[in-house]
Nanobody, 126 residues
Framework: QVQLAESGGGLVQAGGSLRLSCAAS????????MGWFRQAPGKERDFVAA????????FYTDSVKGRFTISRDGALNTMYLQMNSLKPEDTAVYYC???????????????????WGQGTQVTVSS
């Protein structure tokens, strides 16, 4: 069983930065694929970024490429999302997700993830 807890959300002006953290429990965390999704008001939950269990492969949705960086620290059982050059359209609740290692399964589909955190609010003001 894996439990996830996000932190680091908040209110920031456009152009600013935030770093989200996702703390995971469970001995097998370092082998799990991990991802970030977000849900804006009135919209579906969308993929943001993912990192493979090995940490060697990362994926990003087009709208955040060059601005967001996903990373993980196996020793700390923590995953991060560094968000720079934030825009008002980045405003959403951000969720971290985990799944058993599945290198041949799509990383950008929420239905492919087994565990979810409770979410953290990110608000970007214009």
């Amino acid at each position: 069983q894996v439990q996830l807890a996000e932190s680091g959300g908040g209110l920031v002006q456009a152009g600013g930065s935030l770093r989200l953290s996702c703390a995971a429990s469970g001995r097998t965390f370092r082998t799990y694929d991990m991802g970030w999704f977000r849900q804006a008001p009135g919209k579906e939950r969308d993929f943001v970024a993912a990192v493979s269990g090995s940490g060697g492969t990362t994926f990003y949705t087009d709208s955040v490429k060059g601005r967001f960086t996903i990373s993980r620290d196996g020793a700390l059982n923590t995953m991060y999302l560094q968000m720079n050059s934030l825009k008002p359209e980045d405003t959403a609740v951000y969720y971290c997700a985990a799944r058993v290692p599945s290198p041949y399964s799509a990383y950008d589909l929420e239905g492919r993830y087994d565990y979810w955190g409770q979410g953290t609010q990110v608000t970007v003001s214009s």
